[in-house]
T-cell receptor, first 114, second 110 residues
Framework: DADVTQTPRNRITKTGKRIMLECSQT?????MYWYRQDPGLGLRLIYY???????NKGEISDGYSVSRQAQAKFSLSLESAIPNQTALYFC?????????????FGPGTRLLVL | GQSLEQPSEVTAVEGAIVQINCTYQ??????LSWYQQHDGGAPTFLSY????GLEETGRFSSFLSRSDSYGYLLLQELQMKDSASYFC???????????FGGGTRLMVKP
């Protein structure tokens, strides 16, 4: 089984709809992240959480919200989807031990907002 | 803030050596990582440099020069399966957050 899973893998929605993307991990990591990927722009950080009670905005948090339901679960919501939120969304986890920051990514959710 | 620059595309032939460069402008720079992403797949960790010099992992090596704010990923004995996008990512010492470059698409030709 995959260590980091995301649901759904693909989603088509309409402008104005609320949607939730879910992420679960079995790695036992405290840190979880949500990124968005657009062609040529790499990965941009939306929100991150260092533990269940810690939520932080990333580079591009406007229009998004998150919920850390448990150590293993981190959900991303688009309260009112708009077409420029069409992108590939990745969840990631990391272990803060040591000096090296290695992140482990889920398979991604491809979102299309019409 | 942090920004990282890398070429958008590189093409090389099977069996050759290719170098993908990354320059960064950061505050509180801690280390440079490299990730590989195949089309339709998730990024996967390749290499990390916190100190100046070369780190070798099989056919892949990564280099860092902190004084030049520069690093590169070196891929040797290229194989068709190496065709992918490669991202450099800088971590900072304020929580080890990662900032990613825009990615370099490597095409390996026969």
């Amino acid at each position: 089984d995959a260590d980091v899973t995301q649901t759904p893998r693909n989603r088509i929605t309409k402008t104005g709809k609320r949607i939730m993307l879910e992420c679960s991990q079995t790695k036992g990591h405290d840190r979880m992240y949500w990124y968005r990927q657009d062609p040529g722009l790499g990965l941009r950080l939306i929100y991150y959480s260092f533990d269940v009670k810690d939520i932080n905005k990333g580079e591009i948090s406007d229009g998004y919200s998150v919920s850390r339901q448990a150590q293993a679960k981190f959900s991303l919501s688009l309260e009112s989807a708009i077409p420029n939120q069409t992108a590939l969304y990745f969840c990631a986890t990391s272990d803060p031990q040591g000096i090296q920051e290695t992140q482990y990514f889920g398979p991604g959710t491809r979102l299309l907002v019409l | 803030g942090q920004s990282l620059e890398q070429p958008s595309e590189v093409t090389a032939v099977e069996g050759a050596i290719v170098q993908i460069n990354c320059t960064y402008q950061t505050s509180g720079f801690y280390g440079l990582s490299w990730y590989q992403q195949h089309d339709g797949g998730a990024p996967t960790f390749l290499s990390y440099n916190a100190l100046d010099g070369l780190e070798e992992t099989g056919r892949f090596s990564s280099f860092l020069s902190r004084s030049d704010s520069y690093g590169y990923l070196l891929l040797q004995e290229l194989q068709m399966k190496d065709s992918a996008s490669y991202f450099c990512a800088a971590s900072n010492n304020a929580g080890n957050m990662l900032t990613f470059g825009g990615g370099t698409r490597l095409m390996v030709k026969p």
